[in-house]
């Protein structure tokens, strides 16, 4: 495809991709009339892109780019590592509401008290933090309806996809179907699962999801971005690319799509990450190497940097000579051998 047919957009406020097309690169702004190659247009958007939207362009004085609507480095260190979630945001709210007005249901032949479960959402902040209590709830709920669930009015959903208000649509928690209510035998579901994992209802977040860095088992935020919405995205695979020991999956708790014995296991998803901004002195910038920045399991350099990622503090880029010399870790090795004519 030549470059001159490609879909391309300068703006002076962002631009963004989050693994999605090239329809949106923008919370107001499209970019259609192009090729399929590069994705679709005016089609459902995740609830991933949907969310980094919803970031971006929020310039109250309260948003994630402070009280003069630009990011400076530290806000866009904070908001990368904010842990929201657009599943909750538009759901949690009207889940609790609901399920405040029945206590009861009954699925699988098991009455279910939904009570614990209520006051855990209720009082979960819809982050996805180490201390997050109800987050693990959450994504047992969200992921007891089917993938299609998220693009479309539906079991999940009441309004349907809007393809002039990408960002805004599907929304609002579905009204109870053919007799039943849905949403509620979902989170009753939710709760059996973890009863059948050993898990309170309102477990903290870090004491299920881990990453396991050579039997060094390091608790880990983030969350679903498929499923809930998140930027900061972790999800299990198994290694395909990598000669990296692969940490125990675990096995599959009955009825849950990601829970194991092993609760979550984190073995990608968020990886190389930087915030930069450009100054008059040059660039300046801080990054993470989620995974760590070696393979030997017996490197403290193959676990360090998960744990600086754990507790959401960034190294700092060297980018000067002079920054360079300074930093004690450096080493220089000079490599010499026969030149090729």
């Known amino acids: 495809m030549p470059y001159a047919r490609s879909p391309r957009l300068e703006r002076r406020d962002y631009v963004f991709n989050a693994n999605d097309s090239a329809w949106v690169p923008h919370a107001t702004a499209r970019l259609s009339g192009y090729s399929a190659a590069f994705g679709p247009e005016r089609t459902p958007r995740s609830l991933r892109t949907r969310m980094n939207a919803r970031l971006l362009a929020d310039m109250s004085p309260t948003g994630p780019a402070g009280a003069d609507g630009k990011f400076a480095l530290d806000e866009l260190a904070t908001v990368a590592f ?25 699925v699988e032949a098991v009455t279910v008290n939904l009570g614990p479960a209520c006051r855990a959402l209720a009082e979960w902040n819809g982050r996805l933090d180490l201390d997050s209590r109800g987050a693990v709830l959450w994504r047992e709920f969200i992921t007891r309806f089917e ?8 079991p999940l959903f009441a309004e349907d996809f809007d393809p002039d208000r990408p960002i805004d649509t599907p929304r609002g928690l579905a009204p109870p179907r053919d007799g039943r209510d849905q949403v509620l035998e979902a989170l009753a579901q939710a709760v059996r699962v973890l009863e059948r994992a050993g898990l309170s209802v309102d477990v903290a977040l870090g004491q299920v999801q881990r990453a396991d860095r050579s039997g060094r088992k390091v608790p880990v935020h983030g969350g679903h971005g498929f499923w809930e919405g998140v930027p900061n995205f972790v999800h299990f695979r198994p290694h395909t690319t990598t000669l990296e020991p692969q940490p125990p999956a675990g096995r599959p708790v009955p009825g849950s799509r990601l829970l194991t014995s092993e609760g979550y296991p984190i073995t990608g998803g968020t990886s190389f990450v930087m915030v930069l901004e450009f100054t008059d002195r040059g660039p300046r910038a801080r990054a993470l190497l989620v995974s760590g920045q070696t393979g030997d399991p017996t490197s403290p350099r193959f676990w360090e940097q998960t744990e600086l990622y754990a507790s959401k503090r960034w190294r700092d880029v060297r980018f000067t000579d002079e920054e360079i010399r300074a930093d004690p870790a450096v080493t220089v090795t000079r490599l010499r051998g026969p030149r090729t004519p």
Do not use: I, K, Y
């Open 82 to 106: 904010d842990n929201r979630g657009l599943a909750s945001e538009l759901l949690r709210a009207p889940l609790v509401e609901r399920c405040g007005r029945r206590s009861q249901v009954t």
């Open 147 to 154: 993938a299609g669930d998220q693009f479309r009015a539906g």
